[in-house]
């Protein structure tokens, strides 16, 4: 047990980066679940002024996630990111500390799986011409995630 706590402080580089860009995705997952609740709630679009990722009507996370297409199954995508992001986060802490081969391939799958669930969001922007600033970002988290969890695998960085 001790040994655990005191990995749980020494940082492997990659697996901070992959908990920094984890904690920027739940931040980033938070706002836009947000938004998400405010363009399913008609009575609460007053409130729903626009937010500041409203560049102009074609990059515009408010045109966005008021579409249908922001939703899979009727559930706004950013309320999955709002859960993967957490779990991701607290995978890399775990796997940084055990140096675990099948935590960091779990996140790594989470993270490829994400991309593709990312790029069906992407897909639907385009279809509308509609993209949101925020989401790309999100691509841009996931994607590196994944990559860095690959290369700590390569590496062979863990036990």
């Known amino acids: 047990m ?4 005191f990995n749980f402080f020494i940082m ?3 697996y901070l980066a992959i908990i920094v860009l ?3 995705g739940i931040i980033n997952a938070a706002y836009l679940s947000h938004q998400a609740y405010l363009a399913l709630n008609p009575d ?3 409130f729903l002024n626009g937010s ?3 560049i102009n009507e074609t990059f515009s996370c408010t045109n966005f996630l008021a579409q249908p297409e922001s939703r899979v199954f009727g559930i706004p995508f ?8 957490p779990v991701i986060f607290l995978l890399a802490l775990i796997g940084n500390a055990k140096k675990s081969a099948l935590i960091t391939k779990t996140i790594m799958i989470l993270a490829f799986c994400g991309l593709a669930f990312n790029g069906y969001v992407i897909y639907n922007e385009a279809t509308i011409g509609v993209f949101c600033p925020l989401c790309m970002m999100c ?3 996931i ?3 994944g990559i860095l969890a690959a290369i700590i695998l390569k590496n062979k960085e863990l036990k």
């Open 22 to 24: 984890a904690f920027l």
């Open 78 to 85: 950013p309320w999955i990111a709002a859960v993967v992001y």
């Open 12 to 14: 492997n580089k990659k």
């Open 143 to 145: 994607l590196t995630i």
């Open 44 to 46: 609460m679009l007053t």
């Open 139 to 141: 691509t841009g988290y």
């Open 2 to 5: 001790r040994i655990l706590f």
């Open 52 to 54: 500041f990722c409203d």
